[in-house]
């Protein structure tokens, strides 16, 4: 045990050593670059913590929403609204499971299987405590997909803008150092050619 974590200890004192550590041939811009790094990173898993956080709050309404609804059949008592139809509502009885019976109009978003269907077809409808008809609530499978794309579009976005930063940050850098350089060999450069 104290094996394994003492391998797993070494590569994080080697990247710290190396992002901050004192080292008298690491200059001011390294120091800079460590530190625009550290930002980065911590900028990119606070967007990924937030995105998980959304996803699982976005799950856990679509199932709170879920456990309020109950599903009902109902019998059309009149055919569904055509494709076409500027109305797209129909009249429906639905009893519910204290055997009380009630109708009402529902329209395609609360019912979406009574277009173009005939009077007498059973339709799964959605009822609140009220037993008033409510939108159905998302599958399983859409809440997923829905949750995902929560995640990771924006994870996938601050991964490009933070790469994009540091590309960005690293080329103003090495533009410094390529000038520090440039004027370091040209004191230096003379003598060294000057001795042949």
Partial sequence: MTGSAHRVGRPLQRLG???LGRNALRRPVDRIEAAVIICLVAAFLTVAVAAACSAGRIC???RAAAARLRPAVAELS???PAASSRVPAA???WRLPNGTEHSGTFTTVTAPAIGNAPAGTSVLLWLDRSAKPL??????GDTIFTALLVGIIPTAGATVVLILCYRLCRMVLDRHRLA???SAWEA????????R
């Fill in 17 to 19: 050593r190396l992002l």
């Fill in 60 to 62: 856990q309404s679509h």
């Fill in 78 to 80: 009149r055919p569904g």
């Fill in 91 to 93: 009249r429906a009885r």
């Fill in 135 to 140: 939108v159905p609530p998302p599958s399983p």
């Fill in 180 to 182: 520090r350089w440039a």
């Fill in 188 to 195: 230096t450069g003379p003598r060294w050619t000057s001795r």
